[in-house]
């Protein structure tokens, strides 16, 4: 059985910095994509980060480039998301998710992602 487990988020300050942690097992975790995405209230869930199998490669919103860092470690099967400069827009559920299959033309899109986990609130005070 497949998990993700979010943990990280929490009450942030604009201009500050969380770090989200995303813990997985029942998967091979080294051979799947894992990325990051967030849903306001009243909005759709939305691309913010991914990350490649080894590391090596890795992708961000607009939104978020620059601000966020995104980083794996396979031998602890965990994702990170780094995020820096907080904007109060940046309050959101904050959910991880794994896909095994990579298409760069797919990166962003939900419903190519196999597993996801719970989410984790993210609010930033101005």
């Known amino acids: 059985q497949v998990q993700l487990v979010e943990a990280g988020g929490g009450l942030g300050q604009a201009g500050g910095a969380l770090r989200l942690s995303c813990a997985a097992s029942?998967?091979?975790?080294?051979?799947?994509?894992m990325g990051w995405f967030r849903q306001a209230p009243g909005k759709e869930r939305e691309f913010v980060a991914a990350i490649s199998w080894s590391g090596a490669n890795t992708h961000f919103a607009d939104s978020v480039k620059g601000r966020f860092t995104i980083s794996r470690d396979n031998g602890e099967n965990t994702a990170y998301l780094q995020m820096n400069s907080l904007k109060p827009e940046d309050t959101a559920l904050y959910y991880c998710?794994?896909?095994?299959?990579?298409?760069?033309?797919?990166?962003?899109?939900?419903?190519?992602?196999?597993?996801w986990g719970q989410g984790t609130q993210v609010t930033v005070s101005s």
């Open positions: 998710a794994a896909r095994r299959r990579f298409t760069k033309a797919t990166l962003t899109r939900v419903a190519e992602y196999d597993y």
């Open positions: 029942g998967l091979t975790f080294s051979t799947y994509y």
